[in-house]
Structures are given as structure tokens and as C-alpha cells.
């Protein structure tokens, strides 16, 4: 089975500072994690995802995240906050081809000018 | 493509009223998923389906809640009869065969239960 925890339901950072969202996940097979974001009254949109190719992730808007097997997790990392970053976020795993896509309870980011 | 299309984007109904939510995914996607999202439960994975079988409705509330995958390019959600605490966002993905395949969600449909 697999589960991920999002550590934080929210965050608020300023313009121009670090942004740090934690995910921890559990899982019994090699996971495949993936990050999600959700802008007001739309879908989830994929930022990024890990599927044992590279430990460390780019994705799209210049997030990166880190996989880190012995701590089990997946940490979504940007240098530097924008006002448009402002949304909420969703971390996810799957463990095997097929299989389900598990979601945290999501982290909502709010950016100060 | 278009995306997974989902509709209504919006259903207001009466408590004890059928409702039912539609859902189209990617062309060649192989799995189809239907999601929950509430402020108090977050999203919540309803049901999955696997070239149109399901796999996995352990997610669903209860038995007034059934979802149908007759083909691989639709998919229904019903709920009947409704009730006010079925009012959620209800989104659909689909997610193409391979290994490490993201899911791509539709815009969701608001469902309100008065």
C-alpha cells in the first residue's frame, strides 16, 4: 500500500524568498512521486516526477524536488517565490504500473508581496 | 487533444435527486480515475478504473455511489439518491499505460446538494 503525508496544510512565504514544501510518503514497492498544483476553481496540473531516472527532479515554473530514499521523501524546493506561485499544491505517489494514485491532503501556498 | 472533459462544470440539485457525472478521457489513455475534493477531506480517491474494468472501489462512500466505464472513452459517476454531504468537487483523470505515467485531470465538476 502506499500513502503520502504532506506536513503543513499551509505555508506563506514572501515574494522573492525560498519555497519548501515537505511530502513524506510510505510504500511497499519502489515508488513513482509526482507533484501537483491547483490553481483556484481548475484541475491539478503535473509540476514535476520522480521515476527513478535522477534523484533530483526539474519541473516546470523552476521547481525541483529531491527524492531521498532513506528519509523517504519527496520535498518540492524554489529558489525563489513568485506572486503567481500562490496556489495549492499536491503531492502523489503510485507504486507500480497501474496501480492507484494515492494524493497528500495538499499544502496551500500563499505568497506576500 | 482536448483533455479529459468532464461534465456538468457546475449541478445544483435537490437532496434525494439522481445525479450523474461525466467524464471523457484522453484518447489511448489506458486508466481512469475519479477523485473527490472537499475542504474537510481533501481529495479522495473514489475509484479506478483499468482498460474500463474497475480495479479498485474501495474509495467509494457508499452504495449510493456507482460508476460505469462502458467504453474506453467514457465514464459516469452517479450518485442516488443525493445527499448534502455528497456536495464536493468531483474531478476525472486518465492516465496513459507506462511505467511512471502522470494522471491529467479534467476541470472538475462542482457539485452542490441542497
Known amino acids: ?113 | 487533444d482536448a483533455g479529459v472533459i468532464q461534465s456538468p462544470r457546475h449541478e445544483v440539485t435537490e437532496m434525494g435527486q439522481e445525479v450523474t457525472l461525466r467524464c471523457k478521457p484522453i484518447s489511448g489513455h489506458n486508466s481512469l480515475f475519479w477523485y473527490r475534493q472537499t475542504m474537510m477531506r481533501g481529495l479522495e480517491l473514489l475509484i479506478y478504473f483499468n482498460n474500463n474494468v474497475p480495479i479498485d472501489d474501495s474509495g467509494m462512500p457508499e452504495d449510493r455511489f456507482s460508476a460505469k466505464m462502458p467504453n474506453a472513452s467514457f465514464s459516469t459517476l452517479k450518485i442516488q439518491p443525493s445527499e448534502p454531504r455528497d456536495s464536493a468537487v468531483y474531478f476525472c483523470a486518465s492516465r496513459p499505460q507506462g511505467v511512471g505515467t502522470e494522471a491529467f485531470f479534467g476541470q472538475g465538476t462542482r457539485l452542490t446538494v441542497v
Open chain 1, 1 to 113: 500500500a502506499q500513502s503520502v503525508t504532506q506536513l503543513g496544510s499551509h505555508v506563506s512565504v514572501s515574494e522573492g524568498a525560498l519555497v519548501l514544501l515537505r511530502c513524506n510518503y510510505s510504500s511497499s514497492v519502489p515508488p513513482y512521486l509526482f507533484w501537483y498544483v491547483q490553481y483556484p476553481n481548475q484541475g491539478l496540473q503535473l509540476l514535476l516526477k520522480y521515476t527513478s531516472a535522477a534523484t533530483l527532479v526539474k519541473g516546470i515554473n523552476g521547481f525541483e524536488a529531491e527524492f531521498k530514499k532513506s528519509e523517504t521523501s519527496f520535498h518540492l524546493t524554489k529558489p525563489s517565490a513568485h506572486m503567481s506561485d500562490a496556489a495549492e499544491y499536491f503531492c502523489a505517489v503510485t507504486g507500480n504500473q497501474g496501480g492507484k494514485l494515492i494524493f497528500g491532503q495538499g499544502t496551500e501556498l500563499s505568497v506576500k508581496p
